[in-house]
């Protein structure tokens, strides 16, 4: 049942502060309106309205309000039913959270923006902030967050901005809940308040925040309603709480009746099934205030008056921009430094960066010539080119006058004897993950466990691993090789990346944005957790997702969140804290012999009556590349929302009274400097 008068009057735009003249402009637009023209604004004309786009909102030629082009995803621009894209194949979400770099994040974001923007499209169906709760969840790869929530809260801003300051739309996904393929269309996700709020919720505060335009509600149901008709969470909490003053749009066919208009949803995609005719009979009856759909076209209007949609009207009308070649050489520069600054060096036993002793190179594997570059489904970006491994390490070897080998792996035994005869072996693995399914195990496929192990068996101590995965992987062998070095679905720069890594070019500071584990369902979810019985998977273990889990049952996974190593080594020094400004500083310094960046990572211990997991995440900062010797004065500043847990039962966030401990370091397992504080309680400490 819905109750109107709470609809109209919630929900306040905390952080859309549209500007007065998007108000204004959007204000005298609307009082021009008809009914259906309003109507017409909220609901799509079909997948395949225009070529390359998949959605479309046709233009009002009588008022001038533009069409809005929409077209996938997260990863870039993404070609509809396998054409051709043209576009850059970045680097996926799942990257860029590994760089832990808001900066790197930005320009990613803007970088996509623009071939969005130059493709004709003006609304762009990402960034993926999902929480990887699952490990094998199959569309992992596609998220900003990893599995913490402050990652995706401070990564979501700058893409956010990134994308929308080349007047394209962002689309922040997929709310909410929506942590799993299996089931992913009837599956109810059950989640506590708190637990919605602390765990899945701040990625998307993060894109508010930041101006996020759309949010996309998700296919699956949360809490027994379907997310594109849940009051609670869409009317309630995204748009009342996280004051969300964009619009709501449903995930592609994730509507269900009606209702949706009235319970939050703004905008139905790809088509009209309930929000074009029915909603306009519904009003013109009585059933539905006009109110509604007046709330829900203003919402369309306001973004596209903030952000230029008006101004650039002529670029989305253009239906041939849609097949124009919008790469460029400064982008592919670009796909290469955010894959080689998120590359993931796990371990390195002395052999890496490669000796300029090797004269004899092996590489090994299919993925070291066919790299899986991106995940398969909407967030899929056809690569116009991928510069292999093979091919990166090829070149590399010209330069320094070595000799490559290669050899598919097929044939275990011959890659070893091919192994055997190398100085140093350069072994690649991988997998790929795709919308739509769960992976079933976390092992790498077909016999590349076994490949490892021959090779290693072989070449001992010259052997480097470079596993390409779409999140977590088994790595059961890594202590077999002397070094191994992750990538989570790269893009088409993958081969540079990595021969940039490998060769010291670039010094590796990329960290983990999920644990690794030492087995298949290490946090030992239950059916009824995952994938769900009796159609619901209830999230009963609460705020221990990921790092959490570990950290409460003492258990040490493979690798650690967080973790990275260096080919130099960093101290940390004279951490002091400022409890009333809640300023964390220290300094980290260059202890060894090569330049490099370091990621240093705050953790909270919150005190026990909070009963928070034993330590979170509530900053980082990448410094900037340091010379042996050099330092750095690292600033972590806290919000009172980082000392904060939510309330049920106030339904408020409020600061947790007590002793915090700070934990800053290399990684959630490598904690360097520790000390504590007690946060005021003033009013400059708001929640
Ligand atoms: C996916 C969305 C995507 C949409 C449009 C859905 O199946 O869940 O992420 O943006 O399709 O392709």
Redesign the pocket.
């Known amino acids: 049942m819905l109750v109107w008068g709470a609809l109209l009057g919630g929900g306040a735009c905390r952080t859309a502060a549209w500007s007065p003249e998007t108000v204004e402009r959007t204000e005298h637009t609307l009082g021009q309106m008809s009914l259906p023209e309003k109507v017409a604004l909220l609901h799509g004309s079909g997948a395949r309205a225009v070529p390359g786009g998949?959605?479309y909102v046709a233009p009002n030629r009588r008022l001038g309000i533009p069409p809005l082009v929409m077209a996938?995803?997260p990863q870039g621009w993404g070609p509809w039913s396998g054409e051709h894209g043209n576009s850059t194949c970045w680097p996926s979400g799942l990257t860029i959270a590994a760089t832990f770099d808001r900066e790197l994040a930005g320009e990613w974001g803007a970088a996509m923006g623009a071939e969005f923007y130059a493709k004709g499209t003006n609304v762009q169906?990402g960034p993926d902030l999902n929480v990887a709760r699952v490990p094998s969840g199959g569309r992992n790869f596609e998220s900003l967050s990893g599995e913490d929530p402050f990652l995706g809260y401070a990564l979501s801003q700058p893409v956010v901005r990134g994308i929308q300051g080349n007047h394209v739309l962002a689309v922040a996904?997929?709310w909410v809940l929506n942590n799993q393929e299996t089931n992913r269309l009837s599956d109810d996700a059950v989640a506590d308040e708190r637990t919605r709020h602390e765990l899945y919720y701040p990625p998307f505060d993060g894109a508010v925040s930041a101006g996020v335009s759309a949010v996309?509600c998700s296919?699956n149901r949360v809490g027994g309603a379907w997310s594109c008709e849940n009051q609670e969470t869409l009317r309630g909490e995204l748009k009342g709480r996280l004051g969300f003053g964009g619009f709501v749009v449903s995930?592609?066919g994730a509507t269900h009746g009606v209702e949706s208009a009235g319970a939050g949803l703004d905008m139905e995609q790809p088509g009209a099934k309930f929000m074009g005719d029915v909603l306009l009979a519904e009003v013109r009856s009585g059933a539905v205030p006009e109110a509604v759909v007046d709330a829900s076209a203003r919402r369309v209007l306001q973004p596209m008056y903030e952000y230029g949609i008006f101004e650039h009207a002529g670029q989305w009308e253009n239906l041939s921009k849609r097949s124009l070649d919008v790469t460029s050489p400064s982008h592919s520069a670009l796909a290469r430094r955010l894959a080689a600054a998120a590359t993931v060096l796990a371990r390195n036993e002395g052999l890496l960066p490669v000796p300029a002793a090797a004269r004899r190179i092996a590489v090994i594997g299919a993925q070291a010539r066919e790299p899986t570059v991106h995940g398969w489904g909407?967030g899929a970006v056809l690569p116009t080119y991928v510069v292999s491994p093979l091919r990166a390490i090829r070149e590399r070897a010209v330069l320094c006058g070595c000799t490559v080998v290669y050899d598919d792996g097929a044939d275990e035994r011959r890659a070893a004897s091919v192994a055997a005869e190398a100085d140093i072996v350069v072994v690649v693995v991988g997998d790929s993950s795709h919308?739509g399914l769960d992976r079933p195990t976390l092992a790498l496929p077909g016999s590349q466990d076994a490949l490892v192990r021959a090779v290693a068996a072989a070449a001992g101590s010259r052997t480097v691993v470079a596993c390409i995965s779409p999140g977590a992987v088994l790595l059961p062998w890594d202590e077999e090789v002397s070094a191994l070095l992750l990538m989570l679905m790269p893009g088409l720069e993958v081969g540079n990346a990595l021969a940039d890594v490998l060769w010291g070019e670039v010094n590796p500071s990329g960290r983990l944005p999920v644990t690794m584990p030492g087995r298949d369902n290490e946090v030992n979810f239950s059916a009824a957790m995952f994938p769900g019985s009796d159609g619901r998977s209830v999230y009963s273990e609460r705020l221990l997702v990921g790092y959490r889990w570990y950290d409460t049952h003492g258990v040490t996974p493979r690798y650690p969140f967080g973790h990275g190593l260096s080919y130099t080594r960093f101290e940390y020094h004279g951490l002091s804290i400022d409890a009333s400004a809640l300023l964390v500083n220290c300094s980290v310094a260059n202890a060894g012999r090569r330049a490099g960046s370091e990621v240093a990572q705050l953790y909270l211990a919150f005190p026990a009556r909070a009963a928070s997991p034993p330590q979170q995440l509530r900053g980082f900062v990448r410094t900037g590349v340091l010379a042996p010797g050099e330092s750095a004065e690292v600033s972590f500043r806290l919000r009172a929302r980082d000392v904060s847990a939510y309330d049920p039962a106030s339904r408020e966030w409020a600061v947790v009274p007590g002793e915090f401990e700070v934990r800053v370091g290399a990684s959630s397992r490598d904690v360097r400097l520790v000390g504590r504080f007690s946060p005021g309680t003033t009013e400059a400490l708001l929640v």
């Open positions: 998949v959605g996938n995803g169906l996904k997929h996309m296919y995930d592609w909407s919308e």
